[in-house]
């Protein structure tokens, strides 16, 4: 019996260092793991949406299914107008916002809090922050599009 024991924690032993040594060959041989640090553009934020532009009139399309989205996703922290719920309401956010910092902070929204310091701000001022919804790119064009409209957009 414990014959069987041994062999079993051994196998284990084994098949651990076997899995884990192939992923850090750089760090093996002494050399650091080097992380790129991402600089943070204020007027963009940080996110795939650096150099982000929409056609110039507004896809109503779209804009439906933003809206849909803005009710199941946003409707319950923001509201159309400037009236504040539990974040700040939407209206004119399209005209005081780059679009591109729009779609960087539904999509890319924890590191956006992490990095931004009006975000920070506003984190003290409503004493809480954006949960990260998991927004998809396309989900963020269309809720987007419906911010859009609601600013006048046509």
């Not at 009139?57 to 809206?67: D, H, Q, R, T």
């Not at 922290?77 to 916002?97: A, F, Q």
């Not at 949960?131 to 046509?154: C, F, H, V, W």
């Amino acid at each position: 019996m414990k014959t069987k024991v041994f062999y079993v924690i051994a196998l284990m032993g084994f098949g651990v260092v076997s899995c884990s040594g192939s992923n850090n060959e750089g760090q093996a041989n002494g050399e650091a793991e080097q992380v790129e640090e991402v600089q943070y553009d204020s007027v963009l934020g940080v996110g795939d949406f650096m150099d982000f532009k929409v056609e110039e009139g507004l896809n109503s399309g779209l804009a439906l299914k933003g809206k849909g989205l803005y009710d199941s996703k946003c409707a319950s922290c923001h509201s159309l107008k400037n009236d504040v719920i539990v974040g700040p309401g939407w209206s004119g956010v399209t005209e005081r916002r780059q679009l591109g910092w729009l779609m960087n902070m539904m999509t890319n929204t924890t590191e956006m809090l992490e990095k931004d310091p009006e975000l920070k701000k506003q984190i003290e001022k409503y004493k809480v922050q954006m949960p990260e919804l998991s927004t998809s790119d396309e989900d963020a064009r269309a809720i987007l599009e419906y911010m859009r409209q609601n600013d006048g957009a046509k």
